[in-house]
């Protein structure tokens, strides 16, 4: 097979574990949202995810120096409060989400006896290894050309891993660690969680971090889960699982599998349709307007005149490592 010729500064379409979700259920969706990068104004904002980032933040400033004040701040700061507002007003207050029940469950999160036996590593340049943005960068599948461009576009894809841990007594024993902030019950989490798919890319990023051979000896994950509770205690269960060298190959080999889709459909500027129905959560998609139509230069005309209900976004961070692969 002849190698793909790689320009100086490629361009990206970046994918994630949520843009794979996108992608999957709905690729004609994906080339929309990540090929024309619009996103409809008309699409509302859930409050889970913004809350689930306020907590994020709070736990990880508490892992710095285990100072609950400041953890108590930082979730105050990050809280959405607009968001929280404006969905009250229009009558979907979101009682599970609220603020005195973060509280309580940042609490409960920092109060678990998971973290008698787990400290946050320090990496070779001596930060502590919290929040870490990785990026890969799929250049050998190749590239398609942008639609109404015809700009090459190779594929990358983007993460964060929330903490790399170290065991306090077994030092040679590293894990990574995600929070997952939930209002599913215990079997679903497990089901939820269990072959979450970002697996193997978390193997490749701790290579590149510590030099950690996961080829053979695997890898050590943690979802800590923490579920909201309308009534009472909040729950925390950190969900562990040592994995094997081949349920990483397997993890790799999945999203090299959607990869390959995605360029196929690329070169054959194709991206079918393929919902189950065209509603989220009781609201309509919203390129559902468009979406009978295919030619690029209307489509681009299009949201061009339409500013207002689709407006051009991509979310791309700086990564700490990059692996070109
Ligand atoms: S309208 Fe339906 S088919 Fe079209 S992008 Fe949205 S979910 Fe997919």
Redesign the pocket.
């Known amino acids: 097979m002849a190698q793909p010729v790689i320009p100086k500064e490629p361009k990206y379409v970046v994918t994630s574990h949520s843009i794979d979700g996108t992608f999957e ?2 690729p ?2 994906f ?2 949202r990540h090929i024309y990068q619009r996103v409809p104004a008309t699409e509302p904002r859930g409050l889970a995810a913004d809350v689930g980032t306020a907590l994020h933040e709070a736990t990880q400033e508490w892992t710095k120096d285990y100072d609950n004040d400041r953890s108590d701040l930082t979730l105050l700061r990050w809280w959405p409060w607009q968001l929280e507002a404006a969905r009250e007003d229009s009558g979907m207050k979101d009682h599970k989400r609220s603020l005195g029940n973060a509280l309580l469950l940042l609490d409960r999160i920092r109060r678990d006896p998971f973290w008698d036996d787990w400290e946050v590593a320090i990496l070779p340049d001596r930060s502590h290894a919290i929040e870490l943005p990785w990026r890969i960068n799929h250049l050998s599948l190749g590239s398609f050309k942008h639609p109404q461009t015809g700009e090459e576009l190779f594929l990358a894809t983007q993460g964060k891993i929330d903490w790399i841990l170290r065991h306090k007594r077994e030092r040679n024993r590293y894990m990574v660690c995600d929070l997952k902030t939930t209002v599913l019950d215990e079997a679903a989490q497990q089901a939820s969680f269990r072959f979450s798919g970002q697996a193997g890319q978390y193997g490749l990023v701790l290579a590149q971090a510590l030099n950690l051979p996961w080829q053979e000896q695997g890898l050590e994950v943690t979802y800590l889960v923490a579920e909201f509770s309308e009534f009472g205690e909040p729950i925390v269960s950190p969900l562990h699982h040592k994995l094997d060298p081949m349920e990483l190959w397997e993890s790799l080999e999945a999203k090299n599998e959607r990869l390959d889709r995605m360029i196929r459909m690329g070169n054959k500027g194709f991206w079918p ?3 189950h ?2 509603a ?1 959560y009781g609201t ?5 307007d468009i ?1 009978h139509r295919r030619d690029p230069d209307f489509l681009e005309d299009w949201f061009s005149f339409d500013q207002e209900r689709f407006r051009k976004e991509s979310r791309i961070y700086d990564p700490l490592w990059t692996i070109d692969a």
């Open positions: 259920s709905c004609r969706r080339e929309f349709r393929r919902s129905g065209c989220f309509p998609c919203g390129f559902l979406c």
